[in-house]
């Protein structure tokens, strides 16, 4: 990937068949279907890739659990089948993950065992391994910090865990490498219309201001949160389909709260499922549900929520989380699909996705989840080829490799704390367009989800190679890294 190319090529390419505005997990995995049939697509993302919700998730590719308990049996069985093609299609980045649900009273064990061995036969062929009781040693032995007072035993199951920023920015080089275009930094200011359709948006490169139009035959709305505000550019009366409810997460090192394998309470305090989770040498814990009318563009977690996260975690696990035990903390804003007529908790409002079609042809996608991506993109380019009159073609994403760029680690990490070398920072620099220190931190590397602390002290460093790659014009470096550390949460 090469920002100046892309751009050039924008510039120049006088037609598009598709256009796609938002560059997280669903914009992305459209650009990667509509570019694998052989369209010319390009995308654009007013920001860096997943920048939003899709780098700020649990790190947790899976059917739901919580769904199967609401008998939504269809999305969970697509999204077991989804999380089947995506061991197979990027398997350096997704693993199976065991979970634990603990029991405290007789009849929980086979209850959830019940369930569980029907979520395992949902999965058919592409399930993972089979569900099976655990005696309260057995469940001790796998989470040693489990609390032992009550614990009757658990239920251990199988689902996937990847590393969710990584995998966009990968799927960002595919796009690429069949041929699409994919671009940060271009934000989408006004949508173009002739004869009452829609034919394609006025862009800027948000780092220079220059503007420039780009023609395509459909334009794909994929802007998550922000879906309602784009939909607005075409339809100023449009109703807000648009439901935001915001999630919060701790990060523990592992060595404070040592586990291989996860920890899942299906019921917190609030109703909602909480995760504790290994994930890259730390241990994730979450998740909050908490509904919010104003979207913002980097959400962080209330006191509250972290309230809420350390309370539930120390009511099932023997430990004691002050606020020095935490490495870092992040939010991500989850697009729902609001019913018309939404109240109470957005813990009840489906993970189902939904496409819109306008009178002037915008095509809008929203809902849904990380896992279920790559059916998301198969439904939404079936409808922009129907929408733009496109020639139809076949799905090519069931069995596509998703390829990367990032090298294998060479010399000393830049951090004891952290598992990132330099040359992996300037492979990035040179292969991935991250444009600042905090692309290069929190996305093509994950250093400010593992340890804020340890981010901030190698953010020099990155400034520094920023600048010798042309990137970060020196006169900029200093109060590039005071903003970087000014933004970290923690």
Known sequence: MNRETGLDRLRSEENWDILIIGGGATGLGAALDAASRGHRVALVEREDFCQGTSSRSTKLVHGGVRYLAQGNLSLVKGALRERGLLFNNAPHLVNPLPFIIPSHHWWQAPYFATGLKFYDWLAGDLGIDRTRVLAKEAALEAIPKLK?????????????????????????????????????????????????????????????????????????????????????????????????????????????????????????????????????????????????????????????????????????????????????????????????????????????????????????IAGGKWTTYRKMAEDVVNRAEQSADLTPRRCMTRALPIETAQPRPEGAPLHPDLPYTLNQIEASIDKEMPLSIEDALARRTRATVLDQAAASAIADTVADALVAKGVLPATERDASVSAFRASLST
Not at 303 to 312: G, L, V
Not at 339 to 346: F, Q, R
Request: hydrophobic share 40%; aromatic share 6%; proline share 6%.
């Open 148 to 364: 032992p007072d009550r614990l009757r035993g658990g239920v251990k199951y199988w689902d996937g865990q990847f590393d969710d920023a990584r995998l966009a920015i990968d799927m960002a080089t595919t796009v690429w490498k069949h041929g699409g275009l994919a671009l940060n930094y271009v934000c989408a200011d006004e949508l173009v219309k002739e004869n009452g359709r829609i034919t394609g948006a006025v862009c800027s490169d948000t780092k220079t201001g220059e503007s420039f139009r780009i023609n395509a035959r459909c334009v794909i709305n994929a802007t998550g949160v922000f879906n309602d505000s784009l939909r607005r550019f075409d339809q100023p009366t449009a109703n807000p389909i648009i439901k935001a409810s915001q999630g919060a997460h701790i990060v523990l090192d592992r060595a404070f709260l040592p586990m291989d394998t996860a920890l899942i309470v299906p019921k917190t305090t609030d109703g909602r499922v909480l995760f504790a989770i290994p994930w890259l040498n730390r241990v994730l814990i979450g998740t909050t549900d908490t509904p919010v009318d104003a979207i913002e563009r980097d959400p962080r977690p209330l006191p509250e929520e972290i309230e809420f996260i350390i309370e539930n975690a120390e009511n099932y696990l023997d430990v004691a989380i002050s606020e020095s035990d935490i490495k870092s903390v992040y939010a991500g804003l989850r697009p729902l699909v609001s019913p018309k007529s939404s109240t109470g908790s957005t813990a009840s409002i489906s993970r189902d996705h939904y496409i819109e079609v306008s009178p002037s042809g915008l095509v809008s």
